[in-house]
């Protein structure tokens, strides 16, 4: 009697640890988080092959459709859009001009469809000469009056719950945490930290080239009129060097503009590990990837083998998908 | 008696604790230290007015002339100059073209006395088309083969202790330092966590544009002819918002060259401190200020009491100037 009773209290505490010990509880058991986690405990363990310092634990994660919600629209991309038409008013011409018509006359078949080039367009008229204090200030009230068009819901609560569990777990075992987005950086900055935990040092995204200047005494950055760095595939790894200076060991994408990001880690000598987050879900979030405008994840699917990257099924991988209170999709 | 025992006891006691608690051993106690000790104790005492949160917790240090010698000259140009030369072989023409001619003619007068233009011409010749892996020996080749032409050390030897104290001491504090110097950021990173503990992350300096390349299958990062960001004056809060994101509460600096560094974290709301680094040593270091070439120090002593700075006498307020075993300059 005495003996199972010592079994039934080990059982109970055996069930106790291993889920107060779960730091991944929205990832399903299974051979993504069973190799992620045999994983981190490998590089952390000293004195063994694998064992990686600290200091060389660096992680980098795309944004859109990686950490949030990337459908029916990039974010950053509707808040690009949101400026143009604002600054329209000083800028009656564009009503003419391409691209900026098919933002005036809101053409989603030619905006879904913009060349790197019309949207760096767009993307400099929307930030060009505004100071840094004054565009993180229209940021902020755009976020806080934009829902979400189906979920009805601010866009930052369209974050991926599975996705938070990893960079929170990863920081816990001393990784350094980056996004790595061709999302605008600005637009990023003044909210990631308050949501992903993620600093605005550690946010790599596209941005303008910047000037110092002082005006009555008070010093400012102001955004010019030029591109900086296009960060979206090519891009991506240089963005990375700019800023990290080495190649991070864990990195997540989902669409092919993460394709250089990945293999720029897949070539890293210490040990690592790369993941395409794949959206096969249409009855919580969506299903896309070869043929989708938003996201296309094309050229990096088939070379996901060679490579080595790991394929996150939303839907089989994820037991949730976003925060409780959003459990299900409020359109449907 | 056992009450002078006593007394004794808690004597020693309050000796012992008193020096363990001194994290600033190499700075003499003086105006200086208790004021920036005081500010520490200051910013991170919760619920009292002037804490300032982990991480905003940023600190930013130039490099030649604050955290290491720049006498008699900047280390960064000496080895652009031996690329420079180095590379000249396959460039039979610089010999006719300035400012390469300058650099192959080593000639002294001229090379102090570049123009920006100029120096960034030799800069961009010096690292174009490298690549990061090749670059990075490169830097590490050229450090362990040359030595201090007066101190006749290796160069990452002729760092200040009083500078190494600092930086440790902040980031006990909860502090993230950062480098923020004129020189090459690429010629920097290899060895900044060795010398001072900045990873490669928290270097920011002047940079190349750079492209991502796939030869063989081996992808690679290559410098461009191109300057990206030369992070000197103006060029320096450019280069802080552009990695960080947000103002520094405390700076380092030493020169002109630092002065709209020191002037942007002293516009910051949030309780802050800049310090210029005043070369007044001509018996330990060297003595220099306005009238220098190298590390010119004329228009930020002139607004030093403006926007409150505080000034460092490497005389007065440090006790020693190198790591021990480099106490004495070695030709005289």
Do not use: C
Not at 103 to 128: M, N, P
Not at 285 to 301: H, K, M, P, T
């Amino acid at each position: 009697m005495r003996i199972l009773l010592f079994f039934s209290w080990f059982l109970i505490i055996e069930i106790g640890v291993a889920s107060a010990n779960d730091e991944l509880p929205s990832w399903r058991r299974g051979a993504i988080k069973q190799d992620l986690t045999a994983f981190v405990r490998a590089i952390e363990t000293p004195n063994q092959s694998l064992f990686v310092p600290v200091s060389e634990r660096i992680a980098v994660f795309d944004n859109d459709g990686t950490l949030w919600a990337e459908q029916p629209h990039y974010v950053p991309s509707l808040f690009v859009y949101d400026r143009i038409r604002a600054l329209s008013k000083d800028h009656p011409e564009w009503i003419h001009e391409l691209p900026f018509k098919y933002v005036l006359e809101s053409d989603q078949k030619k905006l879904t469809t913009l060349s790197s080039d019309e949207y760096t367009q767009l993307l400099i008229a929307s930030q060009e000469n505004e100071s840094i204090d004054a565009f993180e200030q229209k940021v902020m009230d755009w976020l806080s009056s934009h829902r979400h068009p189906e979920f009805n819901q601010p866009y930052i609560e369209l974050v991926y719950q599975p996705m938070l569990e990893v960079l929170r777990y990863l920081r816990h075992h001393g990784f350094k945490t980056y996004i790595v987005s061709g999302g605008a950086r600005d637009f990023m900055r003044p909210w990631t930290e308050t949501v992903y935990g993620i600093p605005p040092e550690q946010v790599i995204g596209t941005s303008l080239r910047e000037t110092y200047e002082v005006k009555d005494g008070q010093p400012n950055i102001r955004s010019l009129s030029e591109l900086d760095l296009m960060n979206n595939k090519q891009g991506k790894p240089v963005g990375i060097h700019a800023h990290i200076g080495r190649k991070p060991i864990i990195g997540f994408g989902n669409s092919d503009g993460d394709y250089e990001m990945l293999q720029w880690i897949s070539s890293n000598p210490k040990p690592h590990r790369a993941y395409i987050i794949h959206h096969d879900d249409a009855e919580r979030e969506w299903a896309y990837d070869r043929v989708s405008f938003i996201g296309q994840l094309n050229r990096a699917l088939d070379d996901a083998n060679r490579f080595n990257w790991h394929i996150v099924s939303m839907k089989n991988d994820w037991l949730s998908i976003f925060p409780k209170h959003l459990s299900s999709r409020a359109h449907r």
